[in-house]
């Protein structure tokens, strides 16, 4: 359990959740509570804050720590893992500044904050934190600008979360985001130039966003945005209509008068697909399920890959998804999305030609195998691919096991096609 959830009601931290990415609530990370819940608090989609209570300050308000709060929590919290948890303490590797939107915070505390914590961290731990991470939307950033994020950039902030969801003005409009699509790509253009000065973004979109009507222009803005600003990590998430959200009154409208539809998890695979196509630069991206993000899983998880050959990866990844969407049975969450999908007489997405395709795919495999002994993060990713690849095609794998001796050396891999 993430330390902010352990601790969650004293040493400074706040009563409600503190919502972080699932990357920052691993064991190396020290999460710090600058703000608690989301100051804009007015996407449709969203119940983050809405529905959650806290003593301090309400039902779906929004809290700002004076920098003299910060420090008192972010000391608190250091001697208290000082005494107690030394074996947590040591593990520390980065920190998360939290919560909903904690980019929401003038410039100048911000940038103070961090450089506290920064300097904190070290005393206590020995070492400088890797990196600092924080959630930004998009108004934030922009305030902040082409002056104030250097200044937070200088104060050790390394990564901004960008809940971007959509690059459509309509779907933007839809989802309440607060902001259109000529902000979205200023914010983009900001992000792309401060990544070369050492500002990294990792950008969350929704899939299935704005529904059927929007499906082709959710795709094309998004990537156009997603082109811009050239983020490091790009993580798909699961639309989780909420019921009696905004969302999902509009939605229920657009249906009723026929103009609209949600999408079924087979069109949302589909759609992540077909952006994963689109990208036209290296990042990694992140298709995944319940274990990592809940209720706002992807229909169709695959995990984290890195692109890096745009038609080779790309292109199996998006393969991946649109045959995982039409073979796998749904997770449980997804069925009362798709009501018939049991039903032999839906069309099924046609997949691929399968033979030629899984050629190519082995042959892919066999002869990347070999890099493996060079290259770590290759290694990973085709024990991935291969785990996958095992899954759509038995036969093929068995010539894989047969004609590679890494590859019967892992059990994993071996005891599926035993089993
Ligand atoms: S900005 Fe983020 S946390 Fe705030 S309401 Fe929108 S999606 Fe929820």
New binding site residues.
């Given amino acids: 359990m993430a330390i902010c959830d352990r601790l969650r009601g004293s040493y400074g931290y706040y009563s409600r959740q503190m919502?972080a990415p699932p990357s920052e609530k691993r064991r190396n990370v020290l999460q710090l509570a600058l703000t608690d819940g989301?100051s804009?608090?007015?996407?449709t989609?969203?119940s983050?804050?809405k529905a959650k209570e806290t003593p301090q300050f309400g039902s779906g308000s929004f809290g700002i720590k004076t920098f003299e709060e910060f420090v008192f929590h972010a000391k608190r919290v250091l001697n208290y893992l000082e005494k107690h948890e030394p074996d947590t303490l040591s593990a520390l590797e980065r920190i998360f500044i939290g919560g909903?939107?904690a980019l929401t915070v003038d410039t100048k505390t911000l940038q103070r904050s961090s450089q506290f914590a920064r300097k904190a961290f070290y005393d206590a731990t020995g070492n400088f934190p890797r990196r600092i991470s924080i959630?930004g939307?998009t108004n934030d950033i922009l305030m902040h600008g082409r002056d104030g994020l250097p200044a937070l950039l200088q104060g050790g902030i390394n990564l901004v979360f960008w809940?971007l969801?959509s690059g459509n003005k309509e779907v933007l409009k839809i989802a309440g985001?607060g902001y259109d699509d000529i902000k979205a790509e200023d914010t983009a253009v900001l992000l792309n130039k401060m990544r070369l000065n050492g500002l990294e973004s990792s950008l969350m979109v929704i899939p299935g966003l704005g529904g059927e009507r929007y499906y082709d222009k959710h795709i094309l803005d998004t990537v156009r945005i997603l082109r811009i600003a050239r983020p490091r990590w790009i993580t798909f998430i699961g639309l989780h209509i909420i019921k009696g959200s905004p969302y999902e009154r509009w939605i229920i409208k657009e249906e009723r008068e026929n103009r609209n539809r949600r999408l079924t998890p087979r069109e949302i695979a589909e759609q992540t697909a077909e952006m994963i196509e689109k990208i036209d630069f290296k990042t990694t991206v992140g298709v995944h399920g319940e274990d990592v993000h809940g209720d706002l899983s992807n229909p169709v998880p695959i995990g984290s890959y890195f692109l890096g050959h745009r038609t080779t990866t790309n292109e199996r990844l998006s393969f991946l998804l649109r045959r995982e969407a039409s073979a796998r049975p749904l997770p449980q969450a997804f069925e009362h999305l798709e009501p018939n999908f049991n039903d032999t007489s839906t069309p099924a997405i046609k997949p691929p030609d399968d033979s030629v395709f899984l050629t190519d795919l082995g042959i892919y495999s066999l002869t990347h195998i070999h890099d493996y002994r060079i290259n770590n993060n290759t290694r990973r990713q085709l024990n991935k691919d291969l785990f996958l690849l095992s899954l759509l095609d038995t036969e093929l794998f068995e010539i894989l096991i047969r004609e590679n001796s890494y590859i019967s050396e892992k059990p994993y891999l071996s005891n599926f096609l035993l089993s």
């Fill in positions: 919502s989301c804009y608090n007015r996407c989609f969203c983050l804050y909903g939107n959630y939307n809940g969801e985001k």
